[in-house]
């Protein structure tokens, strides 16, 4: 095995195992590689398991967090000093197999603020992390107060089982990705979820003119060209809506229309402003991640009177544990496969509400009886961090998109030293607020005006989560100002909280300056 593991082939090339890591070890019964320096694995050779070799990996699965351990606490946390579990598997290979017995999942809210670092360690998953049967109870049960947050939430969740069935036939060539006339993509994803929201809103809100500033429009949805497309939406519109129950919300008496369908997505259409009530949607926020099988996000936020009051991410990719998310995706699954995870493990809901902070929720599933299944929700805190010299920072994927030439002449002045972690969508944000990153920078090139929904509900999270969101020249977002963020100053920055903040603005001031003499 280890011989078949040393020759999987890679653009042509020999992949090696990490240092540290025996492949024949029986802590690691398949041998599977748990770090690759190499960003793709779309042509990794399969692995098949042996009668042997399954029974094995039936009896042992990796650690999903920093848990307790029910009898040898302490030699867990002397071998994390030192970088081994009981002698044979290397912790910084980022996947460990331990027997399951001894591990409790049933850790304590984490501590914040002892000046741990969520890099030195998986991060935990703080509360219950397995799914058990919680349901969402209907929304005339939710109180006035948290009404908003939780029609953000249910709407998010239900959306998010539509963006995972779509990306699965993604996956399988069973749908395509079309290319708008400003070059991004669009799919049957982002009107779906668009739809979806909408309906929703109208749901939770029958008496009211429903606002919402979206990203998506109907015009090429229309006509004899979009008559194929919109068939294959309504589908998956209804498919979604049949398992509105899932969320508290009763599904609709009967499918809904093409004509109900392009309603719901015009909806979309409000200039947004600086009164009222304006929600705020990025229905698949990294359409380019999400093509391909990477990280995207749903973004929902509200505004009211120019000020975010509520925000809910969805990153169904996301990995749960700290440090995976610089591997694709694609390698998250393909372990998956081998280790098969029995807790939470991926896929989020981040939710927060102004002065309420910020929580981190399962992404609601289907049990076995048709019931909903989630774990319990657990409350997130940026990372402790101060010296940004320590500090992870991430950026966008696409160098089209921002300009990292002069992000990476930042991280030089600061003393960073770590390979910037590239991101699609959103999902910036949430590494961020869960504290897997301390800085997010993003200069955009040229004339681009950033959209107010590529940013609101990650600024309001981020900032509920401890953090700090500006432009480089330290001033607040200003989301009352229409469909974008008008009169932005070079670029946009979030941090972990102030410290970081003043750090990187006085550093941004310099670097631009001696850039442009």
Known sequence: MAGALQGLTVFGATASLPSGLNPSSSRNPI?????FQTPDFSRLIPIKLSQQQHQQQQQYRPIACRSTVSQDQATLSSARDSGNVNGNVNVNAESVAVPSSPISYDSPPADHTNGSSFSEFPQPLSGNSSFSPRKFGPLTEVSAEDYDLAVAERAVQLSCRLTQRVQDQLRRAEDVARSKKDKSFVTVADWGVQAVVSWVLKQAYPDEAISMVAEEDTKELTGQAGVAVLQRLVQTVNECLAEAALVGIPPPEAPLTAVQVLQAISRGGSEGGAEGRHWVLDPVDGTLGFVRDDQYAVALALLQDGQLTVGALGCPNFPVRSGWLRHPHRFHRLTAKYFPPTKWHKGFVLKAKRGGGAWMESLVEI????????????????????????ATFCEPVEKANSNQSFTAELADTLGISKEPLRVYSMAKYAAIARGDAEIFMKFAHGSYKEKIWDHAAGVIIVEEAGGVVTDAGGNPLDFSKGRFLLGLDRGIMATNGADMHDQLLSTVDASWSASRL
């Open 31 to 35: 041998g599977l590689p748990n770090f």
């Open 367 to 390: 049990g076995r009886d048709g019931g909903a299944l989630r774990a319990v929700p657990v409350p997130v805190r940026v990372s402790p961090v101060r010296d940004a010299a320590l």
